[in-house]
């Protein structure tokens, strides 16, 4: 789960990392009104879930409140194009008006997981701020990582070690310090997957502050953060993954023309791998879990026909504990409450009891493709897209 800049500064402002003054709002005269309690002079910043919003025109410096209130109307509305949200871009509907930063340097802090280690890691780079991704691109020597131990944390002397990795000294490395330890905590308590800090700024006076901040959340994990559930945005989420949540499917919209229903995760990437090995794209990312259970397929078929690029879809499911002719039964029932679907449906099955499970399909009054193996069914469904089943 994602959440917007201003909610992520909010977060870590709870464990004492300094951060711009600044409010949120969707009026443009509001806009002003926050621009002129801070002085006249402030910057507009479109809150979408996406980086990038700089180049794409979505964070202007106001000099006067009059022009922060212009920014803040012809940035609202706008469709926001960035290297994140991809060429549709994202509606802006609110914006952060926050004070005026004298930035002295701007470097590159975040945590994540190392998943060949097991462990969290800072990612640290005195070359960062804005253009972290082409410094890692150009010159990964300049990114320095920190591994620690999660049940410890990030210990005193690692903090000190990434405070001199990012080139800061005196009071300016005590205060750096002490702001990637509370980072590291901050993503810790949260069962954060990203707590990122780009840029990080040092002022003219030596004082460490989150300029931008960006905190990505384990979906596993927010039973235990109703705080950060409440954050959630949901117009900010593609409304097709919004209603496949409602239903608990694990439903990911892609861009191509396949729609795919599988059960399990691993099945489903070799099912997208597949569709594109016969010549075609995959619709989706969609598991209907292990059970594949009527409802779920019924719910699965909303989603996908509600997709105007689908145009075939194919089912992939392998019956291990759950058997297959219970799962063509549910196929077939899920079809019958829709009253059918008008596109083309591939579908193979495998595992316990796939002969009656099979012989289930072809005797429906529906028209499958049932397919016996993984190629054949790819092969069935790239030939439905294009017009040759």
Known sequence: MKIHEYQAKEILRRYGVATPRGRVTDDPAEARRIAEEMGGRAVVKAQIHAGGRGKGGGVKLGKSPEEVEAYAEQILGMQLVTHQTGPDGQRVQKVLIEEAAEIAREVYVAVTLDRAAGRPVVIASAAGGMDIEEVAAKTPEAIHRESFDPHLGLLPFQARRIARKLGFAGDTASKG???????????????????????????????????????????????????????????????????????????????????????????????????????????????????????????????????????????????????????????????????????????????????????????????????????????????AVKGGA
């Not at 905190?215 to 959630?232: E, G, P, Y």
């Not at 063509?328 to 595992?351: D, K, N, Q, S, T």
């Open 177 to 383: 310090a002490k702001l990637v330890g509370a980072l590291c905590q901050a993503y810790l308590d949260t069962d954060a997957s990203l707590a990122e800090i780009n840029p990080l700024m040092v002022t003219g006076a030596g004082d460490v502050v989150a300029l931008d901040a960006k905190i990505n959340f384990d979906d596993n994990a927010l039973f235990r953060h109703k705080d950060v559930v409440a954050m959630r945005d949901l117009a900010e989420e593609n409304p097709l993954e919004v209603e496949a949540s409602k239903h608990n499917l694990n439903y990911i919209k892609l861009d191509g023309e396949i729609g795919c229903m599988v059960n399990g995760a691993g099945l489903a990437m070799a099912t997208m791998d597949i569709i594109k090995l016969y010549g075609s794209e995959p619709a989706n990312f969609l598991d209907v879990g292990g059970s594949a259970s009527q409802e779920a397929v019924a719910n699965a078929f909303k989603i996908l026909i509600s997709d105007s690029s689908v145009k075939a879809v194919m089912i992939n499911i392998f019956g291990g504990i759950a058997r297959t002719d219970r799962i063509a039964a549910g196929v077939v029932g899920a079809l019958e409450e829709l009253g059918g679907v008008p596109i083309p449906v591939v579908v193979r099955l495998e595992g316990t009891n796939v002969e009656e499970g099979r012989r289930i399909l072809r005797e429906s009054r529906f028209h499958f493709h049932v397919a016996e193996t993984m190629a054949d069914a790819a092969e069935k469904a790239v030939a």
